[in-house]
């Protein structure tokens, strides 16, 4: 049944996959982790595209007695198999869904009877069969990297440079950035590796300018892209992103208690030209008042494009009240729950533990990543963090939605007030638009 199946996968992949051999220069290559165990790794790094099959032949040392292939789960419609003649194995790899998203493939594990190299490898072809196209490509010599450093070994050839052993160095983003955020299509490069920025706007901005720098503060050439988005050549350093965007000249605010320095202005705006929130008055944002229970959950629900819910069941809400839809629909998700008393409190002025617990929850329930944990133990007051929301403290302190109120103090039972709700919102924004 195996070989059968064999032959029936490299029937396939060898049809769709009769074409010129693709240039070495763009060429992915194989990782292998695990040199001279009996049990190794198999991956492909680099994929310039998407792919539903994969065919490939290592070169091991020496042909051993007994040898299985078993293909990771990355997807539930994958199929595999493979065909080891001598010491030549061939792995056949088919999905009817793309079997990698990025450029890194896992294919799988090899397990033989003893401790084995592989030395070679060859004859790469990789087949994507999409809805509009069928494209196909083929790579008769391939280079290797051993992965964590284990293996390696092969020499495919003069002029070739493996590019699993290029440096590779870090592309960060300046810090400070106000009125925007950055989007950079990876962390780290190699040298002469193509690099795309792009510079998106928070609502009532505009960008300024986009500077990339190296480690010598040298600035990098940016190629337009269109759309907000540039690129450059990564350097043999590693290099900072920066941007300045700045306020449109309808962002003028309305609010005479909101100078042109005070430390919330930046806040007050994102959230104001947002939707978000509005002004206690016509010309009044009231920036030191505290903000109630109701008012953030109302917030909130605009946020997340007023959904509809059953009413709840809290009897200090009655229907028809502003936050009485917001009120429903935090309940129905889990987003808030009421006191042990079984009441909501919507009058109740919120306080910066219940803050944070409340947007870890949103954050939860549209599947954010919420796993970072700062360590509150820095803060004195620590042990006053209720234990419902210490996990939402941590995580709030660790995303940098909720610092201290000084370098030692946490305050989470103290009541946040409008400048602080506001600047805490467009931090938890701008995380979330992240990608």
Known sequence: MKRTLSLFLAAVLAAALLVCPA?????PWVQVAGKGTAAQSVSLQGLPGRYTGVQLTLT??????SLAFEQFASTPKGFSSYHLDGNNLTLYVTSKSFLNQGGTLSLGSLTADKGFTVVGVSGLKLLSVGPDDTQTLSY?????????????????GPGWTDPGSLSRYAVGTASGIVGGSLRISTT???QGEVVTVTAVADPGYSLSTVTVTDSAGRGISLT????????????ASAVTVNASFTLSQSTALPFLDVGQADWFREAVAYVYHAGLMNGTGPTVFAPEETTTRGMIVTILHRYAGRPAAAPSSFPDVAPGLYYSDAVSWAAANGVVNGYETGLFGPELAITREQMATILYRYAQHKGMNVSGRADLSIYWDASLVSPYAVDAMAWACHIGLINGVDARTLQPDGFATR????????????YAEQP
């Open 23 to 27: 240039a070495a220069s763009s060429a």
């Open 60 to 65: 091991l040392n020496s042909a051993p007695d």
């Open 140 to 156: 008769d010599r391939v280079s290797m990297s051993s992965g964590s450093g284990q293996g390696g070994g092969y020499d495919p």
């Open 188 to 190: 780290h490069a190699a």
């Open 224 to 235: 337009s892209l269109g759309g907000g988005s540039w690129s450059f050549t990564m350097p």
């Open 419 to 430: 400048a602080q709700v506001a600047t805490i919102l467009m931090r938890f924004c701008q």
